[in-house]
């Protein structure tokens, strides 16, 4: 075996050193010794992530909302009404204030109709073109690499440590799962999301279909995320994960147990290198959750000074020392 | 490593040499091995079984409903006024013609009852109590002893194979997770079924509680097997397994892909060992799905035929030769 002293930094390299990082290696040792008095065994070791702001970037919109607005551009050729229909207009016309009046009703109309009327299949499909070729407005780089390079280390870091990773976002199930098993090492099975409602169809040749309905079916969001992972996954995490106060319900039931937890809660305060935002955005609003953490003494991580890196480098960057 | 010779009759000692294994073993040989051409990687290799019938007994009625029936009398106690109202009149008083009379409905009544109006965490603990003590009335054993030996072998060899187990039941999923790890060795986040509606509450000193709620959420029999394997595991499977008309539609989804796929079908056959139905029986009748497994050459089991075991061996008469 070859040694790498240059590169004995330990599991978690891109966090700096500091009560963050000393809190998250603390705990999983305890859980994870045998001898510990707080061991755990594997098979509970359940651990449960926003995705919104805690695995990728979440602004200046949700990312699965610059798909939805990309969708419907891409499907107006087919639909010359929406020239005159709102708020489809108003999103055409890259007209904010249109869109703005249309309100949460008209991104939720927009949302349902890019995200149904097909099989989970071309659905599949068409998120997997867009997200080979879409790019972030400010960043300049394809979303599936506006990924946190510190919670990359720490998801392997806990499967190492056989930990169970999943995801809990309130965002679309069968959106995140396009890219979270390439990106996160987190399979299909272990996503947890919102969804829309799916409709089973067979013909008499065998061949089926599940089409993709515009009704919502499930919001996994705020109280709807430990409903979630009951539903889900069966068994409360003792490892949460979130950035904003529709994770709150999460972290609370995560923390209200007799084993030993870890919360952690994501501060977004690097306006240098990606964004600074809590109690003043519409994506991932931060405020009482906050104030919880705060008071309850969960690992509260701010970005700008637990992180020695954001992002991973990009790919054309990567490797060179091999 | 010490040699024993009498043990080495395979992966599956309770199948009976025939078409039926050999179609098992020399699929599982296909997919897994590395040189095969329809090797399929391992994340890929997703087994659903259906659980009512196909992993245990479900006669004379499915054993969810038993639970249901005894804590409803146990419950009666505190509801004085079941003696005169109905479905709850005729079960204390076991009149069948007046449960009869009461059709799904009434059975739907009952369930809902019973399985609400307390924490996921108090449903656990009252499932647990009733296996511990309850017993199936003509067979004399313990619910969780009424598993089939031969898909205890056949589970654990898909395992070794590093296929991923799931069930996916019309069953509620709640009570199936109590004993599925410990009987099955499949864990609670790969249990699907049928859920009620749950509800979040939060108190001020951060304690937290998920309460069952009467409404029904979502059922996974039929056309909801495909629809709740889609939502649940958000890959299609590669082996399915069931025993009734209700698992048609999950069989129909495998068996619709352009990668090698396995299908199997129990048929109740065996009256002195089990049980011999298939038509004319309301739980887990079996009618559509044999005609169509027989034209398109599934993997039809026949209980009789092909299982040299039924159950495992009562626990007191285990492991006396070591």
Redesign the interface.
């Known amino acids: 075996m070859a040694a790498h002293p240059s590169h004995a930094i330990g599991p978690l390299p891109s966090w700096n050193d500091g009560p963050v990082k000393t809190a998250i290696l603390e705990f999983v040792a305890r859980v994870s010794d045998k001898d510990s008095l707080g061991f755990i065994p594997p ?1 509970e070791r ?1 651990a449960v992530f926003d995705n919104d702001g805690t695995l990728w970037t979440e602004q200046p919109i949700y990312f699965q909302l610059a798909f939805a607005f990309d969708r419907v551009a891409a499907m107006a050729k087919d639909h010359p009404e929406w020239e005159n229909t709102e708020p489809y207009r108003s999103l055409l016309h890259r007209d904010p204030n249109g869109l703005a009046a249309a309100g949460e009703k008209g991104i939720a109309q927009i949302v349902a109709q890019s995200h149904a009327g097909m099989t ?1 299949e071309e659905f599949d499909q068409i998120v997997r073109n867009w997200l080979s070729t879409a790019r972030h407005p400010n960043l300049r780089r394809p979303y599936t690499e506006l990924i946190f390079q510190p919670m990359l280390e720490l998801l392997k870091f806990l499967r190492a440590k056989s930990f ?1 990773t ?1 995801i809990v976002s309130g965002g679309g ?2 959106f995140i ?1 396009v890219f979270a ?1 390439q990106v996160y090492g987190i ?5 947890v999301g919102s ?1 829309g409602v ?3 169809e ?1 013909d008499a040749d ?3 279909r ?1 089409i993709k309905q515009p009704q919502v079916e499930f919001i996994d969001d705020g ?2 995320k ?2 979630g992972i ?6 409360r995490p003792i490892f949460a994960f979130g950035n904003s106060d529709g994770d709150l ?1 999460m972290l ?2 995560t ?2 147990s007799k084993n030993p937890y870890f919360i952690g809660l994501l501060h977004h305060t690097d306006r240098a290198r990606e964004f600074e935002y809590d109690i003043h955005t519409h994506a991932g609003k931060l405020e009482k959750a906050l104030v919880e953490a705060q008071a ?1 003494k969960w690992t509260v991580v701010d970005m700008r000074r637990d992180w020695g890196a954001v992002y991973p480098p990009p790919p054309d960057t990567r490797n060179t020392h091999h």
């Open positions: 098979a359940i989970t169970k999943f199930v069968e799962r098993e399979p299909p099975e272990q996503v969804s799916v409709k089973f067979a065998g061949h089926v599940l109280a709807g430990p409903v009951n539903r889900f996954i069966g068994r319900q609370q039931y923390a209200d309850r």
